[in-house]
């Protein structure tokens, strides 16, 4: 008598290179980046040994030091494991994650991840009905709209309050030529505007001695070292004259300096970045005109590198909750009004009499 044998199946190992990595994925038009994702699924191989039934999904998830998947929902429970690394946890409170943490996310709950300087995290994303999250990148099954849509109101607003500004004091006297046409004036013009050029350069300095993040330090770090010295180059090439006091003139910048001991990250960038840097930008484009500079001059500087400026710290807002924005929507506004007193009292000084 014959004994037949029966050979198990093999056992299959799959490299985590032979997962199909997606990076970002494109919702309701606009592009999310995800960091890296390797659903499970995307591998023949391990699509066919998963079951259907229940059908869990799984993914390999990665973030490279000091990136971040914003704040978004998805419309079934998911769980993640921390494998190695650390990352922040976005959303409802910020809570630093290490390895072996698991971190449980009910369905439309708002949530984000995000890594410090110098680290670098790996996990498993787990859900436990239907297609996996990224299982096709074409169709992902995650909304970013709350976030989004905030920050795009927010920077809106600022647009429309930039639009207000231009119509100020200071910009009708760049409109009239007079600063071409009359030499006193123009003196005047440099020596006023000395004065926030110096409670700028406090300001950077001051918002980078309190800064609490270290990837935001080095963003802010690089930003400094860009806008160093211009004060003292605007004494250079124009001889402007140090000798201005006007009481509103110095309490409007101080007022800017002392928002970076009271504000958080978020409303310093609102202030710093979306108002002040974007009031930079107008300026440099409209006195860039009037005094004809080369390259490397004071007002062609703030044309070309204030637009860059305007857009440092915009990752850090993209992953805020959408309950942050109210708030920051409010300093922008305080922010631009002071930001108008600034320019009005610089026109005041210029054309004042005597």
């Known amino acids: 008598m014959s004994t037949k044998t029966t050979t198990a199946p093999s056992v299959t190992t799959i490299a985590r290179a032979d997962i199909r990595a997606i990076t970002s994925v494109r919702v309701d038009g606009d592009v999310h980046q995800l960091g890296q994702q390797r659903d499970f699924r995307r591998n023949d191989a391990l699509a066919a040994f998963l079951p259907e039934a229940g059908r869990p999904s799984f993914a390999w998830v990665r973030l490279r030091d000091g990136e971040s998947l914003a704040v978004h929902r998805h419309p079934t429970k998911s769980m993640i494991l921390v494998c190695s690394g650390s990352v922040l946890l976005l959303g409802h409170g910020e809570r630093e994650l290490s390895e072996g943490d698991v971190v449980c996310v009910p369905p439309e709950s708002d949530h984000g991840f995000r890594t410090r300087p110098g680290e670098e995290f790996h996990g498993l994303s787990v859900q436990f009905e239907g297609a996996g999250l990224y299982e096709d990148g074409h169709a992902p099954r995650a909304s970013f709209g709350g976030a989004g849509e905030a920050l795009a109101e927010l920077e809106r607003l600022n647009e429309t309050l930039l639009r207000r500004h231009r119509g100020n004091a200071l910009f009708g006297l760049f409109d009239s030529g007079r600063l071409n046409r009359e030499p006193v004036l123009r003196a005047r013009f440099l020596a006023a505007l000395y004065v926030w050029a110096t409670y700028f350069q406090r300001m950077l300095h001051a918002r980078q001695a309190t800064c609490s993040e270290e990837a935001l330090r080095a963003e802010y770090g690089e930003h400094l070292r860009e806008e160093f010295g211009h004060d003292r180059l605007l004494l250079e090439q ?114 004042r009499d005597g």
Not at 251 to 272: C, N, P, T
Request: with cysteine; charged share 20%; aromatic share 10%.
């Open 238 to 351: 124009y001889d402007a004259g140090t000798d201005v006091y006007d009481p509103i003139l110095e309490a409007a910048g101080s007022w800017f300096v002392a928002q970076m001991y009271q504000m958080d990250e978020a409303q310093r960038i609102v202030l710093v970045h979306m108002v002040v840097e974007s009031s930079g930008h107008l300026f440099g484009l409209t006195t860039s005109e009037i005094f004809h500079e080369e390259a490397g001059g004071y007002f062609a500087l703030h044309a070309q590198a204030d637009d860059d400026h305007r857009n440092v710290g915009r990752a850090h807002l993209a992953a805020l909750p959408p309950s942050a924005f109210p708030r920051l929507a409010e300093t922008c506004r305080r922010a631009w009004d002071q930001m108008d007193l600034i320019h009005e009292r610089i026109a005041a000084w210029t054309l």
